[in-house]
């Protein structure tokens, strides 16, 4: 079955960076769309960004202006580059895989994100 660990999370301060990397594993990594969601304590699952097997990406709303979603193939990696942290940013952030015409059924267990103002 399909494995993710997302690593990358940690502190850092408002308009600060980081770059999220999941890797993946126990499937073909090209046979799936890849994504990132966040949740925030109290706060519903939001989606952040998913790059299609084809490349093509697409943003949330809240992420589209600073976020980047890419993937190496040859690693088996899909990455979350967040540049200008928010506070409200913060969030556990899970990488997710779905195959074609599927819901996002493939979870990482998160990694964490906090961002000080």
């Known amino acids: 079955q399909v494995q993710l660990e997302e690593s990358g999370g940690g502190l850092v301060q408002a308009g600060g960076s980081l770059r999220l990397s999941c890797a993946f594993s126990g499937r073909t990594f090209s046979d799936y769309d890849m994504g990132w969601f966040r949740q925030a304590p109290g706060k519903e699952r939001e989606f952040v960004a998913t790059?299609?097997?084809?490349?093509?990406?697409i943003y949330g709303g809240s992420a589209e202006d600073r976020f980047t979603i890419s993937k190496d193939n040859s690693k088996s990696t899909v990455y979350l580059e967040m540049n200008n942290l928010k506070p409200e940013d913060s969030a556990l952030y899970h990488c997710?895989?779905?195959?074609?015409?599927?819901?996002?059924?493939?979870w990482g267990p998160g990694t964490q994100v906090t961002v000080s103002s």
């Open positions: 790059i299609w097997r084809t490349g093509t990406r």
């Open positions: 997710t895989a779905r195959l074609e015409g599927e819901a996002f059924n493939y």
